[in-house]
């Protein structure tokens, strides 16, 4: 079974920079569709970015412009850079991995929403003070 782990949370000052890890186990990474969620006290949970193993990137609107999602895929590993951090970034990141490929009409922006995805890492906290 594949294993999600997220690293590199912790506190940063608005305006700021932190950068994210998601390391998965398995075959099966380079294959795969690798997302970033996010979940604020009393908030849903809402896609942030997510990358094609083609290297297609999504972005959520809250974020472009702001936060960068790259892998490599040598090392199982994508990362989020994030930058010009607000204090509206605060929240539990979570990283997902198994996305399931939609056939025929699927929403155009697919990787961000968790629908797709089958397997969850435990999630890291991201504190953003003003």
């Known amino acids: 079974q594949v294993q999600v782990v997220e690293s590199g949370g912790g506190s940063g000052q608005a305006g700021g920079s932190l950068r994210l890890s998601c390391t998965t186990s398995?075959?099966?990474?380079?294959?795969?569709?690798i997302g970033w969620f996010r979940q604020a006290p009393g908030k849903e949970r809402e896609g942030v970015a997510a990358q094609t193993n083609g290297g297609d990137t999504y972005y959520g609107d809250s974020v472009k412009g702001r936060f960068t999602i790259s892998r490599d895929d040598a090392k199982n590993t994508v990362y989020l850079q994030m930058n010009s951090l607000q204090a509206d970034d605060t929240a539990m990141y979570y990283c997902?991995?198994?996305?399931?490929?939609?056939?025929?009409?699927?929403?155009?922006?697919?990787?961000?929403?968790?629908?797709?995805?089958?397997?969850w890492g435990q999630g890291t906290q991201v504190t953003v003070s003003s």
């Open positions: 398995g075959n099966s990474f380079r294959r795969d569709t």
């Open positions: 997902a991995a198994g996305y399931s490929s939609c056939v025929g009409a699927c929403a155009a922006d697919r990787p961000l929403q968790q629908y797709a995805y089958t397997r």
